[in-house]
Every structure is written in C-alpha cells, then in structure tokens.
C-alpha cells in the first residue's frame, strides 16, 4: 500500500447553498487486477473515527464504512443501485443513480470525480459532485 494525503470534496446541489464539504486525511492506496483501493478514517461530528473503504473499478465506486456493514453507497454508471446509509436519525434506504464516473492517475497522484444523485421513497433527494484525489507520500 501507498501512503496518500486526501483531499475529498463534496457538493450538495438543490438547495441554496452549496457550500463544498471538504475532508483532508492521510490514507492509503492499493490498485490490484485493475481495481483502486482507498483506506482512510474520518471524524464524526459526535467524535468517533469511522473507517472507510472506497473501491474503485470501470464503471462503478463503492464506499463503505469498514466498522458498520450498514452503510455502503454503490455507484454505478449502468444502472441505479440500491443503498443503504447510516444517517445520525438511523439507517435510511436510498437508490443512486449515478451520471459520470471519471478516475485520472499518473505518478504522483490518483483522482476521482463522480457525480449521482440519491433518492428516497421515489422522491430526489439531492444532485451530489464528489472529488476524491490522492497524493502518494512516497
């Protein structure tokens, strides 16, 4: 595994603001048989570390959270993907439907742009852009 420095950066659209989100972490990147793996923790509001997974192979992007089974996101360009999300209210079941996955790597770094949508009940939930890039440490 490589040492990366992180730099995640999500976009919420439809609602007034749409402020970025940004989260600057350390991880650890693995590309095996064509497939793109991320490690990395993050800190919730309440303060607990939460361990996370983003899997990367053409045409589709998982993220799950390696301490809790319940909440892994699918993304896949072909056809929408049931969900299941673990929100501060509880798990929450969402479909997404996913409009461009698109990964860059070269030496020094690895990138990830993906742009979905989640929906609940049939309902539009919200219209997301999410930037993932990885600058290996070494």
Request: contains cysteine.
């Amino acid at each position: 595994a490589r040492k990366v420095w992180l730099t995640i950066t999500g976009i919420q659209k439809g609602f007034d603001q749409e402020e970025p989100v940004t989260l600057v972490t350390e991880g650890s990147y693995i590309h095996k048989n064509g497939v793109h793996y991320i490690f990395y923790s993050e800190r919730t509001e309440e303060g607990a570390v939460i361990k996370n997974r983003l899997t990367i192979s053409p045409g589709n992007v998982e993220l799950a959270e390696l301490e809790r089974a319940t909440s892994t996101l699918v993304f896949d360009t072909e056809h929408n993907k049931n969900c299941l999300y673990q929100s501060p209210a509880g798990p929450m079941e969402l479909v997404s439907d996913t409009k461009k996955i698109r990964v860059l790597h070269g030496d020094a770094h690895f990138k990830l742009q993906l742009k979905y949508s989640l929906i609940m009940n049939g309902m539009l939930v919200s219209d997301y852009d999410l930037t993932v890039l990885a600058k290996f440490m070494e």
